[in-house]
């Protein structure tokens, strides 16, 4: 994002009748003056300019008023061309050590953030993960400054370095860019809100507005792709460990543009994968190009609408507010962001020469840059995975058909104990960690007495006992029911399974039975 300096009126000047003949000589050196007018701290002076002279003699007369601040304003109103100006206000700005300063702040702060994501983002690293004093580790700090900050920097400093280079083309005062740096303490940890160069004087005309404008999201996007591509290219190589084969719930999920799902094809990437940090640069360099090229106000889109709009630009502007409000509704960011360009102004100020018509190629620079904005947007960028409990509980029937019920009848020995046994299936199909707690009960121990055993052959308490499973496991559980010899009765077998997680203390989830009917 760019701030770009509305310069403010500037008070009546102490000596305006000697400024006046001053004004009234450099313009008379472009313009032939047929009226002048005075209104408090604005000389209007009517010109008679030839089309083939306007732009050129204009550019020539803001250059000399520079040198001598004076600000010239030109206007086409009611058939006659009028040039407004004023006095360029005193204006102070900040040292270049703030820039600096900012700059290695930011830099600490992706650094810090890619350690934070070189850890989570990739399965291996997190499951060595112990404490957050890991981050620090010169391992991790390394591999979140060369995955993560080098190529999210680059592309932000890219952007606004193009910002810079564009304004001094067309002599327009700009700083260095100012870094924002955010501690990697919110989610998705970035460790930056952006940068900024501030424009510190007008525009001159719409073809620079254009040029400062579309040069910044351009330059960007360039880097931003090679570094997208490369990143879907090591995260296609990341290997998945057991346990990380379904989305955890609570989960951040980032949403894909056109563009990037363009990308992900184009290199036969698979949709499910785990990001790598350099893909997630990437995707951050991508979605703020979008985000510039939003046409509102102070953005970047915004100067591309104003330039090739004119004045009904701020019907875009408009509209843009209004579409993230909707969008509001879905991710709540969009209403921050739409609060935030409100409060810089959603009306572009007009260019000194608004007059100047673009030619065709900037026509086509504004047409490439709405078509990049339609194919980089993404209306939902992050979301976050329902949690969602399901411990599923079965009986292996005939036919390894699954039930909840099983009716045996069986026949008793008059001297020997009978021992059955029943497969139990218990599969977590949810998507967040959690214990279950298994028991069993027999509505008449003295007829038959039953136990758990667990897959290794283990047998479990007769009361409950607790398993904590992987994401989509599978466990593996035998029932064994003890009958004495020469019993008669109806006996029910209940196996019951509760899950334990963070709201769901001790919720009851699933039970079975099994019917013995015991006859001599």
Known sequence: MDSWSNIPPPPR??????????VKGIVGKYFPIYEVRVEFNTISLSCNIAADKLEGGFEALRIEMKSQNFIPI???????????????????????????????????????????????LIPSNAMEYDSYMDIFSLSNLANGAFFFALPL????????????WAAKRHGVAASLPFFIPVPPIFIPPLGTMGAFISIRE????????????????IAGFLVAIP?????????????????????????????????FIMIRNLLFIPED???????????????????????????DGGHIARAVLGDKARYASYAAFGLMLVMGMWYTGWIIFAMLIMMMGLRHPPPLNDVTKLDGKRKALGVTAALILVLCFVPIPFSVEPIQYDTQLHLVGTDNALTDSHSITMYTSSTNWINETELIILTFAGNVESNVSIGVTSTNYSLANATLWLEDDTPAANSEFYI?????????????????????GNVTIRVYARENAPGLENEFMKELTVFLELRN
């Open 153 to 164: 920097m680059l592309i932000l400093g890219v952007h606004e370095m193009a910002h810079y």
């Open 13 to 22: 000047p102490d000596s305006f009748s000697d400024d006046l003949e001053t």
């Open 74 to 120: 030109l206007k086409y109103k009611g058939g006659e061309y009028i040039i407004h100006v004023v006095k360029q206000p005193d204006m102070k700005f900040k040292s270049k050590n703030i820039n600096i300063v900012m700059l290695i702040a930011t830099i600490i702060t992706t650094i810090l953030a890619g350690a934070v994501l070189w850890i989570f």
């Open 273 to 299: 994968i785990v990001l790598h940090p350099l893909a997630f640069a990437g995707w951050v360099g991508i979605f703020v190009t979008a985000l510039n090229l939003l046409p509102a106000g102070q953005l």
């Open 202 to 217: 007008p525009i001159p005309n719409k073809k620079a507005l254009l040029d400062i404008g579309i040069s910044g999201p």
């Open 468 to 488: 904590e499973p992987d994401l989509q496991d599978t466990v593996n559980i035998t029932l064994r029911m003890t009958i004495p010899p020469n019993v008669v």
């Open 227 to 259: 570094v997208t591509a490369i990143g879907l290219i090591l995260s296609a190589d990341i290997t998945i460990p057991a346990g990380y084969g379904t989305t955890s719930g609570g989960a951040l999920m980032i949403g894909e543009s056109t563009f």
